[in-house]
């Protein structure tokens, strides 16, 4: 009977430990876990941010609200001068200057103390105010809808432009070697702090602008 007893135990201590080894075997027959790798490429990104500058529309801001607008005047048959387009003049506080306006403007770059830029809402597409400590400063034009008083403008050529102001038209070319700088200056004492600025690809008109020194002879970054 006690042999019996122990040839069982026997049998079972046996079973117990070839199971055992079988269950250790497959476990290590499993395979390692999968891992995975994320590569972020910020080659396009950094492209992007580099050519253009992109800002959240909630870190842009929104101007106060605006009383008394009155119809839209801007459009395209508005023209520039050496002290503003239409009725917007260089000086003007940013509320006066959406009242002239007729319609709100919507900032394109942080609002702040300093400066910033914004565009109408009602208007033909291209135009740029910049605000700076809360004034309008400049104006720039990036349409062919929008022309001087004189009719100078975008797809003008050099030597259009110089036809039309004469000697009032100083030349330099841009840093970068790609076009050239004509800068109109006004004769007139009481316009000497303005300019009216025409780029080109060293033939025809690409884009201008007119402002107060010293922003109207900021080429690029400023506000």
Known sequence: MRNTAIFILSIILIVIVVFYGACVAFDGDDPPAATTTTTTTSTTTSTTTTTTTTFDPISLGTLPPVENLGSPSLNPASSVSTVGIDEVDFGLTVYRAQQRAGTRFTPVTPVNEV???????????????????????????????????????????????????????????LPDASGNLLAYVPKDESDKSFRIMFISDGEEIIRFWAGRLPWAEILDGGC
């Open 115 to 173: 400066c910033y830029r914004a565009t109408p809402n009602e208007a033909p597409d291209g135009i740029t105010f910049w605000v700076v400590d809360g004034t309008i400063e400049r104006v720039d034009i990036d349409t062919t809808d929008i022309t001087t008083r004189s009719g100078a403008g975008i797809g003008n050529t050099e030597n259009r432009i110089r036809e039309m102001f004469g000697e009032r038209i100083v030349t330099t070319p």
